[in-house]
């Protein structure tokens, strides 16, 4: 209801001129008509203020799209205080900003210069604090209503917040070349969705500045790990939060809590209100996985946006980012190519519902226009290209549909990416004939089922390797097994040393053990200091008696892999003494692991190592041996084949027909899974940079 409300309100506007627009905001805001009123009069009476006043009339202008779903009106004394004393105390310990006149490194300067035993005074603080917070808090003190902005948003509020961006603009290292329309499309801003507007922006300024020092610092990396690094140690709570309720700009004490959107939001408002000029920008959705996300970028002194993930990613994570499909930025003004949208007669997805946003795609990928050809005849004028989703084709970009219904045009589209062409209406996205590949050269090749020219399917994932895991894997080349007597190791044998293709296929794979010897404890630990990322780490002995504990198996994810299973019967699992800290490593579950830097396990009795089994941190994406599955083609829609129960890690398929996209799905567990096309006897999935090669 609300966003229908604010599209009419948009096209209201779009209607009027500039004045006209200003005054029609006026006269809709009701009690607060004077207070806004009296911020162009504060402007008017000098023309030293003339840009001011023209500042303040644009946000006026457009004030009426936005509106707060939460406010906040009774933020307890003691998150005050509790902020004001992490505040005081974060800056204390944890900042020089000398080290930023070369290029900052802070997790080597926390390394290097801060103790343990400082991080543990520090945590002891925040413990205390937390408690006195929970203690004191009992119910949510937060206030959701609906508050359009400008029937809320008062005079001295909003002074405060135009003199404050102007004062930064003039300021800030980041900021003094940008032009009056950059400024109004990023430090002028108040807003980016529809979070409370509670603290005035000279206040986050008082605060936050000292931390990036915008107005000394000319290195925006260094700037960003800094405000990262702010913002992790004023993070009071993780899950016990969650019933202290919205608290605007002091949620930074439970930022664990939010998804990405509220992070982002406070955090472009923080970082403009100091200075650095900040976007909010998103995703509907990754190329290769069914969630959307969204992050900020910030202006570096060349006037580039750099995009980075509040809290935790530093600046220049580029692959990351390369895994968006379309990107959008929200924007204060609406955009009108949109609203012309929202106002025709077809159903619009939701994600062009919002007038509120520009594609900003090509700041992120190579892009091109193109043209889809239309088999059938349309009755739609708008048309959509949509990305493979587990949960079904998702639209991320619309275009239109020619008079003679013969084509259908898109802009700034993303190349190395499989789509499909369909239209809207009030049963979703309707796809229309093949999915196609959009090559590095901004050629279309539709993927076409080949019904002559059957082939046979051997599938071991229903989903990509993700990179970060690879990675993990790969880091822990090098990582060594020790076996030993004395609990000190200072008897230690070396018993393996792993090699980099030993995890690489991110399964359970055995060691075997050749020494022969008794070992009481046995250790893993990495030479290089890197962490073990580890989901399993059983250790086995000779059979002996009855032995039941067969521990876990081995993944056999094609025939060969049955070397594996060779001797597999005269073994059995050695009970094992661990900490809590790595007992994930002992419950047989592909999804837990521990990461560390070593481990170190006792064995209940000194016995014979014959054999580890070993996986690294995983998502659990392979086949899995007892679980029922289907494997799905596309023609034109998607079309189901036999339904087999997995005796292995893998599965075979016979007489396929060839050259389509496919999907195996699993019917008893997960939510991760991807369309692949099979190519030389191998799944390639799709959109993940090294699925097609051109």
Not at 295 to 301: E, F
Not at 558 to 566: I, P
Request: glycine share 4%; with cysteine.
């Amino acid at each position: 209801m609300i966003g229908r409300l604010l599209v009419c309100i948009c096209f209201l506007n779009l209607s009027c001129g500039h004045g006209n627009a200003v005054e029609f905001t006026l006269s809709k805001s009701g009690e607060n008509k004077r207070e806004l009123q009296s911020v162009l009069e504060y402007y008017g009476k000098d023309d030293a203020d003339s840009l001011k006043l023209k500042a303040a009339k644009y946000l006026i202008e457009y004030m009426m799209g936005h509106y707060s779903d939460r406010r906040v009106r009774d933020v307890p004394d003691v998150i005050f205080e509790s902020y004001e004393y992490l505040d005081s105390l974060a800056k204390e310990l944890f900042y020089k900003h000398e080290l930023c006149n070369s290029r900052f490194d802070y997790d080597a300067y926390l390394e290097d210069e801060v103790s343990d035993s400082l991080y543990l005074s520090f945590e002891s603080k925040v413990k205390v604090i937390a408690d006195s917070v929970l203690n004191n808090v009992i119910s949510k003190r937060a206030h959701f209503e609906v508050l359009f902005d400008h029937q809320d948003i008062g005079r001295d509020w909003l002074i405060d917040h135009i003199d404050n961006a102007f004062y930064v603009w003039e300021t800030s290292n980041f900021a003094r070349d940008i032009t009056f329309d950059e400024f109004k499309n990023t430090l002028l801003v108040y807003r980016f969705r529809n979070e409370s507007i509670d603290v005035k922006s000279s206040f986050i300024r008082q605060k936050i500045f000292p931390v990036v020092n915008a107005g000394d610092l000319s290195d925006i990396e260094c700037v960003i790990d800094l405000f990262n690094a702010y913002t992790f140690h004023l993070d009071l709570f993780e899950n016990d939060g969650r019933d202290l309720g919205n608290l605007g700009f002091y949620d930074l004490l439970q930022f664990y809590q939010f998804e990405c959107g509220r992070h982002s939001e406070w955090t472009a408002r923080v970082l403009n209100s100091c200075g650095i000029p900040a976007n909010f920008d998103f995703t509907a959705s990754w190329i290769n996985r069914s969630r959307h996300h969204y992050w900020v970028s910030v202006r570096d002194l060349d006037g580039r946006y750099l995009p980075f993930t509040p809290k935790w990613q530093p600046l220049f994570d580029s692959l990351y980012f390369k895994n968006t499909s379309k990107v959008y930025r929200r924007t204060f003004s609406p955009n009108n190519e949109l609203i012309k949208l929202r106002k025709s007669s077809e159903v619009v997805p939701s994600l062009f519902e919002d007038p509120y946003m520009e594609d900003v795609t090509e700041e992120y990928h190579q892009v091109t226009d193109i043209e889809v050809s239309l088999d059938d005849k349309l009755e739609n004028d708008i048309g959509y290209l949509a990305i493979f989703r587990s949960d079904g084709w998702m639209p991320v970009a619309w275009g239109k549909v020619t008079q003679d219904k013969k084509t259908a045009s898109f802009e700034k589209i993303p190349l190395g990416v499989t789509y499909i062409f369909g239209v809207y209406n009030t049963e979703g996205f309707q796809s229309k004939g093949q999915p196609f590949y959009l090559n590095s050269e901004g050629k279309i090749a539709y993927v076409t089922p080949d019904y002559e020219n059957r082939i046979d399917l051997t599938l071991d994932r229903k989903f990509y390797k993700k990179d970060k895991f690879v990675d993990m894997a790969r880091d822990m080349a090098g990582v060594v097994i020790q076996g030993a007597n004395e609990p000190d190791f200072r008897d230690a044998v070396t018993l393996y040393t792993l090699k980099e293709g030993d995890l690489s296929e991110l399964v359970i794979r055995p060691i075997n053990i050749g020494t022969g010897k008794r070992f009481k404890y046995i250790r893993c630990y990495s030479p290089n200091s890197k962490s073990l990322n580890l989901s399993v780490f059983e250790i086995f002995t000779d059979k002996v008696n009855d032995c039941k504990n067969i521990g876990s198996l081995p993944y056999l994810t094609k025939e060969e892999d049955s070397v594996y299973f060779d001797g597999i019967e005269n073994l059995c699992k050695i009970d094992v003494r661990a900490d809590d800290k790595i007992k994930n490593l002992f419950d047989g579950n592909m999804e837990s692991y521990v990461s560390q830097k070593s481990i170190e396990i006792e064995l209940a009795d000194p016995s014979v190592v014959r054999q580890i089994r070993i996986a690294p941190r995983n998502a659990n994406n392979s086949i899995t041996k007892g679980n029922r599955y289907v494997l799905l083609y596309f023609d034109e829609h998607w079309k189901a084949l036999d339904t087999l129960t997995a005796e292995f890690n893998y599965l075979k398929y016979d007489n396929v027909p060839s050259g389509t996209l496919y999907w195996i799905r699993n019917l008893d567990e997960g939510k991760e899974e991807q369309a692949f096309v099979y190519e030389n006897d191998q799944q390639r999935f799709i959109n993940n940079f090294s699925a097609y090669l051109d």
